[in-house]
């Protein structure tokens, strides 16, 4: 286990050999028709959001969350951790339920999971939160129309990103902004500039 380098207060099963194990394993799942095993890393866009929420506990404190694309649930540990009254991690990859599942109780923290396709759906959370999930165009595409009628609908939606691609910056507020550590061999760089935005 280890602690992500910007939440040390939270403890995740996360893979070592970052490189190596990334390389093999999107090789390998591609092969399968499996997606590569995002749950396996702490990505900046997750541990920027999961700062956000344990140094801003009112955003989730007695409220609902859905903690969307979850993989690892670092995000969703951390508005646990900080009071969300019910916290839903949601992530359409088959093996992260384990994870989410092994690192809320390391952690101490309830939290419910689905591997159920969220986008467009109707949600019963008061908080959405995605960590680093505008890094594919169609992707995004899919995105933005839900979380925007989501914001319409009076929902609280934010999104930790590392600058990545595809981000709508002109549909965003920005909240906070972070210096996250990251792994050289998953990014460009061994920090990465990390901005919490707020879907208006």
Known sequence: MAAPPHVPEIRLHLASEAHDLWLKTEEDLEQIGLPPPFWAFAWAGGQGLARYILDNPDVVAGRRVLDFASGSGLVAIAAGLVGAADVLAADIDPWAASAIALNAAANGVAIRSTAEDQIGSA???????????????????????WFMRLAGEGKLVLVGDPGRSYLPKERLESLAVYEVPVTRALEDSEVKKTTVWRFV
């Open 123 to 145: 949600v019963e959370a008061d908080v959405i939160l995605a960590g680093d999930v505008f890094y594919d165009r169609e992707f995004a595409a899919a995105l933005v129309p």
